[in-house]
């Protein structure tokens, strides 16, 4: 193993391994093409239906080898053969899967393209999603893709999902790849907020200790201190800073968290009669509150 380790421990298969984790992890606001050089994502044998670029051709299915890198979709008869046909990325408007009547066929997807759909036959159910997903994912970024689409084929001179005579009819259903831009999250942000402070308010002594070892000699010349040889920090002084702000805010904010308790406990009324507050008493209140507040994280 260690042989291995060393055949592969150069510098240009870092830069790979990186650019393609790079790629399959972003969100999708980057563009895939940006990387100059071509990453190969996917590959394998797949079945596809004739695209029938002859209006009266015969639209017959064949088995070929399908390539996609970050740069292009494209197929041929077998591996390291000249490709049939290109897709650039930017032509994938929507991957979306199609529906087993079409061609009476399972595990079949289809590629949206601006003047047709090239129709795909997966070998089982986990390889099509996994296409699906990739070729979704890689296209994620194109302007014009589609919000909308036909989950089945168009055959006989109609679009077997909606009926639409025209092939060139706006989809009937909306994609199900990627996520939109206006999805809605059912997020409590009031509870969430409190969620954070309550975690900041925890774990401040470890905030401390970091921004302690941030402003220490040892980041920098190394650990002159035991306890500091935990923390790896790329950027310090940005590091430093960061710390010195969420500290401060979470310092502000218990500070005005005690004043309301602290009028919201003088206003405590039992009966009809008001009661004054001791220190004490207001202390042993607010160590309760602190611990119910922390039970309920």
């Not at 979709?73 to 991957?95: H, M, R, W």
């Not at 909606?162 to 790849?177: E, F, I, L, V």
């Not at 002084?237 to 702000?245: A, V």
């Not at 009669?273 to 160590?287: A, L």
């Amino acid at each position: 193993m260690a042989t291995f380790y060393e055949f592969f421990n150069e510098q240009k298969y870092a830069d790979a391994v990186k650019n393609f984790l790079d790629l399959i992890s972003s969100s999708g606001r980057r563009d895939p093409k940006s990387i100059e050089q071509p990453i190969l994502l996917k590959e394998g044998f797949m079945i596809k239906r004739a695209q029938g670029r002859k209006r009266f051709g015969m639209k017959n299915f064949k088995k070929r080898w399908f390539r996609l890198t970050n740069h292009e979709f494209t197929y041929q008869k077998s591996k390291g053969d000249q490709p049939l046909c290109n897709i650039p990325i930017e032509n994938i408007l929507a991957v979306e899967r199609l529906e087993e009547e079409s061609f009476r066929m399972k595990n079949m997807f289809q590629v949206i393209q601006p003047e047709r759909a090239l129709y795909i036959q997966a070998n089982n159910c986990v390889e099509a999603k996994d296409w699906i997903d990739i070729l979704t994912k890689v296209s994620q970024c194109n302007q014009k893709r589609l919000t909308v689409f036909h989950p089945s084929a168009y055959l006989n001179g109609h679009w077997l999902c909606c009926r639409a005579s025209s092939d060139t009819a706006a989809g009937c259903t909306p994609c199900t790849g990627g996520l939109p831009a206006n999805i809605q999250l059912d997020i409590d942000g009031d509870r969430e907020t409190e969620r954070i402070y309550s975690l900041f308010n925890l774990y401040m002594g470890k905030l401390e200790k970091m921004q302690e070892a941030c402003g220490s000699k040892s980041v920098y010349d190394g650990p002159e201190q035991e306890e500091y040889s935990t923390f790896v920090i790329d950027d310090p002084q940005e590091t430093y800073k960061t710390l010195k702000q969420v500290i401060a805010g979470v310092g502000t904010l218990e500070q005005e968290h005690a004043q309301y308790r602290r009028d919201k406990f003088k206003k405590t009324r039992y009966g009809s009669q008001e009661h004054p507050i001791g220190d004490k008493s207001f202390q042993n209140y607010i160590r309760q509150q602190s611990e119910i507040s922390t039970h309920s994280i």
